[in-house]
């Protein structure tokens, strides 16, 4: 069971960055892994506080990660020996970095420019388009957790709302992940994780709670939004598996990534995949619908700018992701006549 050893929220974090890495014992060299518009946001100030710092840096910034890309990273980390890797970005980048790291096993440090889903603090990676010789799609795997956390607020509330929007999305997906894990329990004895679970609905629940604070307060909506997603992190490192924050709501989403022409953010679709498997699992959809409009998420496939008919698609093959994770799509069974009818239901589509 890995989880984080520090987590560092508030204002003006960053600059703590070289101090932790020093304290932690990566004094010598460090990786820095980020992209071309986080490398402006975060990521060349975190090189250069390191570089000051007397730490010997290296970094990549990557575009669109694909097998290729990934593998000239990782062996240019292996040559340059470095005691750790830090991913600079909102989400794509520290899974780049978390699947390297785990890799060559050496630590990694999460440095999130934005809070949009649970990946700133989860073990699991999960990056389109790389693993080819299966799904052409999809790659999901667990890999390690972040010895640490450094979510510099200021930075993050610089984000656009949608992000923050996306990220309570894919926390509030935690309720029919839970509903899917505890099914799957039942009905072929896969083992499910009690506390784990209570993790991921206590997020859940802060995001509900709080989320009239989320649209008026930024600052301080950020602070719960974080909380949350970490909390979702360390129930994926409980559990040993992405299983209490991803079910049948994720399927749905992965499934419009195929899909959809253009997908819109994981989270916003996590977020109105979860009101459809609510009314899918015989629960109240409209108070999710409720809360994901008071944060200013997307509820309806017009709000996603996505195709009603690709919701309904994405609806149908939903459960032919993955075979492997028994939910409620495996039972009830979606077929084009019941997926739209229970898309109309849900005022997902009109």
């Known amino acids: 069971m890995q989880l984080p050893r520090e987590v560092i929220v508030g204002s003006q974090t960053l600059n703590l960055v070289a101090d932790i890495c020093k304290r932690l014992g990566f004094s010598k060299s460090a990786f820095v892994i980020t992209g071309p518009i986080t490398y402006h946001i975060a990521g060349k100030r975190v090189i250069d506080l390191l570089d000051d710092a007397g730490i010997v840096i290296e970094y990549s910034v990557l575009e669109s990660p694909n097998s290729e ?19 600079v970005g909102g989400g794509t980048k520290i899974d780049v970095a978390k699947l390297i ?6 630590p990694f440090v999460s440095i999130p420019t934005a809070a949009s889903h649970d990946g700133i603090a989860s073990p699991v990676t999960s990056l389109n388009g790389l693993n080819k010789s299966t799904n052409p799609q999809i790659y999901s795997k667990m ?32 309720l029919t992940a839970v509903q899917d894990w505890k099914l799957a329990s039942l009905q072929n004895k896969e083992y499910y994780g009690e506390y784990a679970s209570s993790l991921a ?3 859940v629940k802060h995001i509900m709670e709080n989320s009239n604070l989320i649209e008026t307060d930024k600052k301080e909506g950020i602070r719960v939004l974080l909380e949350a997603l970490m909390s979702c992190g360390v129930s994926m490192s409980i559990a040993g598996s992405s299983r209490p924050c991803s079910g049948s709501e994720h399927l749905f989403s992965h499934a419009l990534n195929l899909i959809a022409p253009k997908p819109a953010m994981h989270g916003e679709q996590c977020g109105v ?6 009314q899918l699992q015989g629960h109240d959809w409209h108070q999710i619908r409720r809360t994901l409009k008071t944060v200013g998420a997307p509820t309806s496939a017009s709000e ?10 994405a609806l149908v093959q939903a459960q032919s992701i993955r075979t492997d994770r028994y939910t409620i799509l495996e039972k009830k069974r979606l077929n084009h006549k019941s997926a739209e009818r229970i898309a109309r239901t849900t005022k997902v589509i009109e």
């Open 69 to 87: 890309s990934i593998a000239k990273v990782e062996k240019k980390v292996k040559k340059t020996r470095s005691e750790v890797i830090l991913g």
């Open 101 to 106: 790291s785990s890799r060559i096993r050496i």
């Open 143 to 174: 890999a390690q957790s972040p010895m640490v956390i450094i979510a510099d607020t200021d930075i993050i509330s610089e984000a656009p709302h949608r992000f923050m929007a996306s990220g309570c999305g894919d926390v509030i997906a935690k």
């Open 201 to 203: 609905l206590m997020s």
């Open 273 to 278: 995949g979860t009101i459809l498997m609510t």
């Open 304 to 313: 996603l700018e996505i195709e009603k008919e690709h919701i309904i698609q």
